[in-house]
């Protein structure tokens, strides 16, 4: 009886370990970068401040439960980026909802009123002057 030194499902021609990943070669994976989602927007603009106010108020829902809104952030902001930039940070769910009456509007679970006028005078959409926040 003939005895075959290779075992099944490999050829003779592969010679060296069954799999090994070269990494020298791109993963595909794309976000691994850490960068600044807001800084194309503030290459467009001269001093990175918008012109116009503001507006962050807050609206009773049922309960205990309450509804921040801010509107006003000028439209050459992506307003889904800085959407979930504050969920991110507030730890809150929220949306960007097209208003009849005042255009887009982001809305956020809870009263986050204080973090939201510091998060946006933090990353410079805005001077702490520009924000106006109303309610309670």
């Known amino acids: ?5 290779q075992s099944r ?6 010679t060296g370990p069954p ?4 990494m020298a070669e ?3 994976i794309t976000n691994l970068d850490r960068r600044d989602p807001f800084a194309d927007v503030m290459e467009e603009q001269e001093d990175g401040v918008q012109k116009e ?3 962050i ?25 800085i959407i979930k930039a504050v ?5 809150c769910n929220g949306t960007v909802v ?10 956020l679970q809870g009263d986050q009123r204080k973090n939201v006028k510091d998060f946006l005078s933090a990353i410079g959409i805005a001077r702490v002057e520009q924000i106006k926040v109303h309610g309670f």
């Open 9 to 14: 499902g490999h050829s003779a021609a592969h």
């Open 87 to 91: 969920k991110k940070e507030f730890h």
């Open 57 to 81: 108020r807050i609206q009773q829902r049922n309960g205990r439960k309450t509804l921040t809104t801010i509107q006003g952030i000028s439209q050459s902001y992506d307003l889904k980026r």
């Open 53 to 55: 106010d503001i507006h």
């Open 26 to 28: 791109p993963s595909g």
């Open 1 to 5: 009886a003939v005895v075959s030194t």
């Open 98 to 107: 097209d208003h009849p009456e005042y255009g887009e509007v982001l809305q």
């Open 19 to 22: 799999h090994t990943l070269n």
